[in-house]
């Protein structure tokens, strides 16, 4: 008792400037909430977005894929029918 | 009174509570080193993901431009092939729905028995006219349009196949008949070189192929035995001997002539539709 009596005015002046640090700290305001939470959400939806695009991307190169390996068909078989006709013709002329 | 309150105090504290919900971070305890962390952190996501998009557009641009030159190099290309057959797309339709009612026709003959198609002879023959003007056509030197007609061909053969057992096994010479003649009839072979076959099967009426007489009455053969084969186009003594269901060795060949000396006088001549006969002892 005679301990806290001695020592009542550090004990309260601690209190306080404990009391002030906690009081001084800073916390976000309402506007910046606002903008944190726009650009999460913002964030969000470019990489969802991001995502399609990346499947949109793929999607055309397998149909690109086809569209080529159609032309090497496609060139295929005109030298083909090609050596077919010069036969057919050579054929006939016989 | 109660239920009202019942259902309106809940409805009342989650209209409060609503806002707290929606967010994701309890501000109430954020500090602002904190803060900036985070929205620097989500600001990095943003602007990443809206570079990421901008790429993503280039490529998809360059990919869609890729597309329309390959389908247009592949258009130049049918054409090309068009202009060498002395066609268009239009005609290259037109023939492949020509072609489907061939098959179609033709397989309408597989699901008759052999009489019906027997009866309608005429008919069959008429699709194989068909079906030898489709191949005339330059049009069927488009791979899809052969393979097309190699599908009708096969279902002629089998239906043709199918109506054999139809066809008469025997046959009367009528005046002015000839070995060569009788062969050729769709109704017997349809083949003049089948010649042989009929003198081999009746040579106990034949003395000489070149001499046959009226109202001689010849077997038609349409199957050989177990014990017998139909020479072929192109096949040969050990060829023959060779083949597992006949000495399944090429050097019995010698055995296969002793067998069929009446009919090979040669052993290096033998031909098609000759029926051999083969010893199994």
């Given amino acids: 008792m005679k301990f806290l009596a001695k020592n009542l005015r550090l004990i309260l002046s601690s209190l306080a400037v404990i ?33 399609e695009k990346k499947k949109e991307r793929s999607d055309l190169e397998a149909q690109l894929e086809a569209k080529k390996a159609e032309l090497a068909k496609v060139k295929a078989e005109k030298e083909r029918v090609k050596q077919k006709l010069e036969a057919r013709n050579a054929e006939t002329q016989n | 009174m109660k239920l009202t309150k019942l259902i309106f105090f809940p409805m009342i504290i989650l209209v409060a509570v609503s ?30 993901a809206q570079k990421g998009i901008a790429d993503e557009d280039a490529r998809i641009a ?25 066609s268009s797309k239009q005609q290259d339709d ?19 028995n052999p009489e019906e198609i027997y009866g309608k002879k005429d008919e069959l023959t008429a699709l194989r006219d068909r079906l030898a003007a489709a191949q005339e056509n330059d049009l069927s030197l488009l791979s899809e349009n052969e393979a ?6 096969s279902l002629l053969a089998q239906a043709e196949e199918k109506g054999k057992p139809a066809e008469p096994d025997t046959y009367t010479v009528n005046r002015g008949d000839y ?15 089948a010649w042989s076959r009929i003198y081999t099967s009746n040579r106990d009426q034949i003395k000489n192929p070149d001499l046959i007489f009226p109202n001689q009455i010849f077997r038609i053969p349409r199957d050989v035995g177990p014990n017998e084969h139909l020479v072929a186009k192109g096949e040969f003594l ?41 010893p199994r002892n």
């Fill in chain 2, 238 to 278: 050990s060829k023959i001997a060779g083949y597992g269901n006949v000495f399944g060795s090429p050097f019995k060949w010698q055995k296969l002539y002793e067998a069929n000396k009446e009919v090979v006088s040669d052993p290096n001549v033998i031909y098609p539709y000759q029926v051999l006969t083969i």
């Fill in chain 2, 94 to 112: 037109s023939y492949r729905a020509d072609l489907r009612d061939l098959r179609n026709d033709a397989s309408a003959f597989l699901s008759m």
């Fill in chain 2, 148 to 153: 097309a007609l190699n599908d009708i061909e």
């Fill in chain 2, 179 to 193: 070995l060569w003649r009788i062969a050729k009839m769709p109704d017997i072979y349809g083949d003049p070189y």
């Fill in chain 2, 19 to 48: 806002p707290l919900l929606a967010q994701s971070y309890n501000y109430e305890e954020m500090e602002m080193e904190e803060y900036n962390q985070l929205l620097q952190e989500w600001q990095g996501r943003l602007d990443a």
């Fill in chain 1, 19 to 51: 009391a002030l640090l906690i009081g001084c700290t800073q916390h976000p305001d309402e506007e910046q909430i606002q903008k944190l939470e726009e650009t999460k959400s913002a964030a969000l939806s470019a990489e969802k977005k991001l995502s």
């Fill in chain 2, 62 to 86: 360059a990919l869609n431009q890729e597309i329309t030159d390959t389908q247009a190099e592949i258009d130049k290309c049918w054409d090309e092939i068009y202009a060498a057959v002395n």
